[in-house]
């Protein structure tokens, strides 16, 4: 079974970072990953994708948990979840996210998926 990615795609670095770890991992997850998606995208268009998926991972940044929120509120939970700085990346503003960064946190997420 493939997973769907909910990232909470903030303005932050970390926003950043789950976005972009997000879609470098749909070309090496081997098929795993079927499909990214920001939890900042339209109601309907994110309920589609969660009614949709096959297993569901959220991404998020920071503590905030911004898209679990979001995916909580539609009456979701998760398969898997995964936060940015509880995998050791610093939330530090508008800082775009480094190479480190998203290979660290493509790790934490592939590492998950094969559990």
Do not use: W, Y
């Amino acid at each position: 079974m493939a997973f769907t990615i909910i990232t909470c795609s903030g303005l932050s670095n970390t926003g950043k970072l789950t976005a972009q770890a997000g879609t470098a991992l749909m070309g090496r997850s081997g098929g795993r990953i079927e499909a990214c998606i920001a939890a900042t995208r339209p109601t309907e268009s994110l309920e589609r994708a969660l009614r949709n998926a096959d297993r569901i991972l959220v991404l998020d940044g920071c503590g905030d948990c911004c898209g679990m929120k979001k995916v909580r509120a539609l009456g979701v939970e998760p398969h898997l979840h995964i936060v940015a700085t509880d995998c050791g990346i610093e939330k530090n503003g508008m800082a775009e996210p480094r190479f480190d960064e998203i290979e660290r946190l493509s790790a934490a997420v592939l590492e998950a998926i094969r559990g």
